[in-house]
C-alpha cells in the first residue's frame, strides 16, 4: 500500500473520516467503537463511542454535556504526547479554538497527516495557541474561509461592549454566546480589559464556566441570573445562549439590551452579527 495516496488509509465511510490502519475515526458523526475526538462541540463529539481518545480537557467537557464520554473507556493524551494506535502513531497539538481543542497529527510508514478540527489563529486567553505543523496533507474544516464572513477585532469588540454600559447604565446588557468557548473568551477578555464586576450568567452557561474554572482558566466573579435583584442586573453583563435572547427570557430584566458574540468573538450591542455553525 503505497502512503502517498492517502486515499489508501485516510477514508470517508458513513460514520465520517477513518483512519484504516489506525482503526478510529476522527470527530465521528455518529457511534463508532474507537474515536479520537478533536474538541467538545456538539458537531464533533457526539455520544455513544466505545472508545474515546481526547486531550483531559475535551473528556471533561464531554461527561459535562454528554455523560459518560464513552461506554468502554477513554484515554486522556497530553498536548504533544505521542501515542500509538494500531500501526500508526498519533499526535495532539493545540488547534487554539476552545479548551483542549486540537489538530489530530497522524503518522504511518514516513507519512504525516494533519486534521485541523475548528481552528483559530487569532489570540483567546482561555486556550492555547494554534500551532503549525509540518505536514504532507493537511484536512480542514473552513466555515468561516469565505470573504464574506468579516469578523470585528475582537478587543475592539470588547471596547464597544465596555463603552455601552457607560452610556446605558440603567440598562442590563445582554450578550448571546454559545456555552463553550465564546461564553469564556468573552469573559476572560472583558477581564483583560480590566471588567471587574461580576458577570450574570444564564443557567444553561453555568457548567462549562465551572468545567473552565477546573483548569484553572480564571474568569472572575460570576453569578447566576436567576435570583438575582433586579437592580443589581442594572448596567450589568448578562450571558446566555442565543436561543434565550430570541426568547421570552430577556424581559424580565431591566431594559435589556441585547447583543451576540459572533464565530470571532466580536460583540455587537444592538444588532446580531454572524453566528457561528460550530455550535455549543
Ligand atoms: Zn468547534
Known sequence: MKTDHFESWL?????????RPGGFHIDP???????????AHSDHARSGHDHVLATRETLAFMETRLGAAAHLGSQAVAYG???QIGEVTVKLVPAGHVLGSVQVVIEWRGRRVVISGDYKRSADP????FELVACDLFITEATFALPVFQHGEAQGEVAKLLKSLTQFPERA????????GKCQRLIAMLREAGYVEPIFLHGALAACCE???????????LKPTTGAERDELKGAIVMAPPSAISDRWPRRLPDALNAFASAG????????????????
Open 211 to 221: 468545567v473552565y474554572e477546573t483548569f484553572d482558566v480564571r474568569l472572575g466573579t
Open 126 to 129: 482561555t486556550c492555547l495557541a
Open 265 to 280: 468573538c466580536g460583540c455587537a450591542p444592538g444588532r446580531a452579527s454572524a453566528a457561528s455553525s460550530c455550535r455549543s
Open 81 to 83: 504526547e505521542t501515542v
Open 29 to 39: 458523526h455518529g457511534a463508532v467503537p474507537r474515536a479520537v475526538i478533536t474538541h
Open 173 to 180: 446588557h445582554v450578550v448571546g454566546v454559545y456555552g463553550l
Open 11 to 19: 477514508a470517508v465511510d458513513a460514520r465520517g473520516l477513518f483512519c
